[in-house]
């Protein structure tokens, strides 16, 4: 069964950081494309970063760019978001989610994606 789980959400203050990690099971994780998303109250679901499964390179939305990094471990199935500065806009639930043969790290709309997590909540306080 696929599943994708997210952890590391919480209350953090403007400025702090957080890690977050998603951890793949019952798919390739290897042969995956992995993308974060997130989405605020009120707005639609929005691309984050993503990494290619071949290459093992990124990209960031410009609203991260310098702040947010995803990287992967594909000995853990793992992928993370490693988020520092973090500012109050920042406030939504993240989602990982999984693209088959995503060989490069580019930008994905949702309907691109394959496979999703439940989701993450991170809220950072003013």
């Known amino acids: 069964q696929v599943q994708l789980v997210e952890s590391g959400g919480g209350l953090v203050q403007a400025g702090g950081s957080l890690r977050l990690s998603c951890a793949a099971f019952?798919?390739?994780?290897?042969?995956?494309?992995m993308a974060w998303f997130r989405q605020a109250p009120g707005k639609e679901r929005e691309f984050v970063a993503a990494i290619g499964w071949g290459s093992g390179s990124t990209f960031h939305a410009d609203s991260v760019k310098g702040r947010f990094t995803i990287s992967r471990d594909n000995a853990k199935n793992t992928v993370y978001l490693q988020m520092n500065s973090l500012k109050a806009e920042d406030t939504a639930v993240y989602y990982c989610?999984?693209?088959?043969?995503?060989?490069?790290?580019?930008?994905?709309?949702?309907?691109?994606?394959?496979?999703w997590g439940k989701g993450t909540l991170v809220t950072v306080s003013s």
């Open positions: 019952g798919f390739s994780f290897s042969n995956y494309g």
């Open positions: 989610a999984a693209k088959r043969w995503g060989y490069s790290g580019i930008y994905y709309s949702p309907d691109d994606m394959d496979y």
